[in-house]
């Protein structure tokens, strides 16, 4: 055990999902996994454990923003031998190309700052997928219905954003869509030689102020379920 997870050794699986809602890991072991058992409920982040066409997976709350994602994925990584994290979020689109629904896999992750900046002092490392995960999961979303789209996202380090010369700029430059994790847990998993994947589904939109009903959401939601454990087991 550890301080924020209670699972015992050998309770987690090498192959992590990590949704931000706790009750969205609930949601997604019940449906997708065989057998789940419920491993960790402290503070309320739970995480279950089962398997997928007999693989073992573990599905963890990662909480919402970088710094709770990286007090799990850091405990994850060092104190029980994971070595794939695999993120299942949703985000908001920034351009026009991306629409309500669509799946994104992010290459690539723009961020001001992350809880891991101050290690890097006056360097600007530049967060990445694990390119292995990145090409199976490519392959796996092809034919699922939903539009994909590959390449870079922003990371933003907070939810009411006051920056829309930033957006601008963003927008401007490429960036798919802002999220909340993945470049703190691409950069967790190359510390610690581990591979890392965000798949992310389209509930919002910056430019259009479009979202998804919440009746909408679980079954757009379960594509990218599907994506993530196809790309983790090829």
Known sequence: MT??????????????????????????AERFLENPVCVNEVRGMLGFTGTWRGNRVTIHGSGMGMASLSIYANELLRDYGAKTLIRIGSCGAM????????????MTATTLSTPSSGIFRELN???????????????????????????????????????????????????????????????????????????????????TEEALPAEDRQSSFSDMVEIALEAAFP
């Not at 050794?9 to 949601?27: F, H, N, Y």
């Not at 292995?132 to 939810?159: N, T």
């Open 3 to 28: 301080v924020h997870i209670g699972a015992n050794p050998g309770d987690i699986a090498e192959t992590v999902l990590m949704p931000g809602d706790p009750l969205r890991a609930k949601w997604a």
């Open 95 to 106: 351009q026009t190309s991306v629409k309500l629904r669509d799946v994104i896999l992010a």
């Open 125 to 207: 490392y530049a967060p990445c997928a694990d390119y292995g995960l990145l090409q199976a999961a490519y392959k796996a979303a092809d034919g699922k219905g939903a539009g994909i789209h590959v390449g870079g996202i922003y990371s933003s380090d907070v939810f009411y954003d006051e920056r829309p010369d930033l957006n601008e700029q963003m927008m401007r430059h490429g960036v798919l869509a802002v999220e909340m994790e993945a470049a703190e847990l691409y950069i967790l998993a190359a510390r610690h030689g581990a591979r890392a994947l965000a798949v992310l589904t389209v509930s919002d939109h910056l430019l």
